[in-house]
């Protein structure tokens, strides 16, 4: 049985994007890309909202076929992510907007959908950002483990990360700051 896992990058204000979705003021450093690969290495599928998958489909492609100025961490990420299964939940994407074999479910389908691939699949879900898919999985059970990077900024305004949903806690299975950066990885089971 596969686990559900988000990662997601935060502020210290709690948010994953600025105002406008903008990523600019987030520490996406070096460290950040090796948690990044290291949660694809465990991954299948990677499940997204529409927002964060028009993002990784317009950006990933373009770095695995010219790939010659990237790291070597960021040349297996775009190795990965077009390598794994792809599935978006969104009521508005079109489904003339694919991305290789990426499949698109409606949000009321997604988490039976999700259900059955937990079940028949043996490497982790994941999900990068997409804050309102991830906030609805968290809210109906469905995630086993929370990545959460807190980056060193303040936002002031923006994306909030997690939508609201009902109090609860959630294990703490380790800490630690990622090496060679002030972002600090906080592992949670659900």
Not at 107 to 135: C, F, M, N, T, W
Request: charge should be neutral; include cysteine.
């Amino acid at each position: 049985m596969a686990r559900l896992v988000i990662s997601t990058l935060i502020s210290l204000d709690g948010h994953c994007a600025g105002p406008g979705g903008q990523l600019a003021g987030m520490p996406m450093d070096a460290a950040f890309d090796a948690h990044n690969l290291e949660r694809l290495r465990h991954a299948g599928t990677l499940l997204f909202g529409r927002t964060t998958f028009c993002m990784f489909r317009s950006f990933w492609p373009n770095v695995a076929q010219d790939d010659a100025a990237m790291s070597p961490t960021v040349r297996e990420i775009a190795r990965r992510v077009q390598d794994a299964g792809k599935l978006v939940v969104s009521d508005t994407l079109a489904q003339a907007e694919p991305w290789g074999e990426a499949e698109h479910v409606r949000r009321r389908d997604a988490h039976a959908r999700i259900r059955q691939l937990k079940a028949r699949e043996d490497r982790d879900l994941l999900i990068y950002g997409s804050p309102v898919l991830a906030s609805d999985l968290l809210a109906h059970g469905l995630v086993d483990e929370l990545h959460l990077l807190v980056g060193n900024v303040l936002l002031g305004a923006g994306v909030p990360a997690f939508q609201a949903a009902a109090a609860r806690p959630f294990k703490l299975l380790g800490q630690q700051r990622l090496h060679g950066s002030d972002t600090v990885h906080l592992h949670y089971a659900c």
